[in-house]
């Protein structure tokens, strides 16, 4: 089955680093979805990711979806104490690949701590 | 405010009871979503329900059951609890039925604690 791996899982920054997360599947994959999740929060969508090498930007949030389609990052620029949570990818495997229609399958995350 | 509506916010248990989450879509969303999440496992899916049908199913035990009901809204039913059934359980609604496409909107969770 699909093997998703997430890194780092937990990343802490002094305010204005920049931040990179990282989504690696076992699988070419179909689309890619980014989720927020602040402490003691609920996931928050951000994004989706659908073609080849697609590059989206949000403010200071970069996302990216691998030309192999097999991996994906978030890179957020000089951090603010607002983008602390926990980021998670979902990955959705190719139809064909044996994976489910429906089902949407979460990375464990990166955490981000931001030191102000 | 996602517009996703969890209750309880909190439930404290004993082990081998049963207990019951529920869970509103947002207004138009015909999917709901379950998810576990725990500190070493992540956001585990459960399952999805779409216009009352079940669609998926992810890891969810057989102590475990849900249903969507005509109204849309959802309920999982955890039955004989242990201590490892702790965590907080996400429910979660889109527009349509293709979980892998779709916008998922996060309620703000059921914190279960089994004593």
């Known amino acids: 089955g699909q093997q998703v791996m997430q890194i780092p899982q937990y990343q802490h920054v002094q305010e204005g680093e920049d931040f990179t997360t990282y989504c690696n599947s076992s699988t070419t994959l179909s689309n890619i979805q980014w989720y927020k999740q602040r402490p003691g929060g609920h996931p928050v969508f951000l994004i989706q990711l659908v073609k080849s090498g697609e590059v989206k930007k949000q403010k200071r949030l970069t996302f990216q979806f691998g030309e192999a389609k097999k991996n994906s990052s978030l890179h957020i620029t000089a951090t603010q104490t607002t983008d602390v949570g926990t980021y998670f990818c979902a990955p959705a495997p190719k139809a064909n690949s044996g994976g489910s229609n429906y089902k949407l399958t979460f990375g464990k995350g990166t955490l981000l701590t931001v030191n102000p | 405010d996602s517009g996703v509506t969890q209750t309880p916010k909190h439930l404290i248990t004993a082990t081998g009871q049963r207990v019951t989450l529920r869970c509103s879509p947002r207004s138009g969303d015909l999917s709901v979503y379950w998810y576990q999440q725990s500190l070493d496992q992540g956001l585990q899916f459960l399952i999805q329900?779409?216009?009352?049908?079940?669609?998926a199913k992810g890891n969810i035990l057989e102590r475990f059951s849900a249903q969507q009901f005509p109204d849309l809204h959802s309920e999982l039913n955890l039955s004989s609890l242990e201590l490892g059934d702790s965590a907080l359980y996400f429910c979660?609604?889109?527009?349509?039925?293709?979980?892998?496409?779709?916008?998922?909107?996060f309620g703000p969770g059921t914190r279960l604690t089994v004593l």
């Open positions: 329900y779409y216009n009352g049908e079940e669609r």
């Open positions: 979660a609604s889109s527009v349509a039925g293709t979980g892998r496409t779709d916008t998922q909107y």
